[in-house]
């Protein structure tokens, strides 16, 4: 799919330098940023299962605990 985006003129020189350097596209570049973007900020719910195994706690428990000390 195509998507129209505007860069500053600084950043598309840059992208066109690196672009020459590693002899692949612009847009095989940009693919590759925002992938790897959206891999370093993605916040599903496959990443939360597992938090709490090596605490030592239940996380039901603690969540008590914590919501108890509102009532106070």
């Given at each position: 799919m195509r998507t129209l985006v505007d860069l500053p003129e600084t950043d598309l020189k840059q992208l066109n330098e690196l672009s020459r350097a590693r002899k692949t596209s612009r847009t095989q570049l940009i693919r590759?940023?925002?992938?790897?973007?959206?891999?370093?900020?993605r916040a599903g719910v496959e990443d939360s299962f597992g938090l709490w195994k090596d605490r030592g706690v239940?996380?039901?428990?603690?969540?008590?605990?914590?919501?108890?000390e509102w009532e106070r």
């Open positions: 590759l940023a925002v992938t790897g973007f959206l891999t370093q900020n239940d996380g039901v428990a603690y969540q008590d605990r914590m919501r108890g």
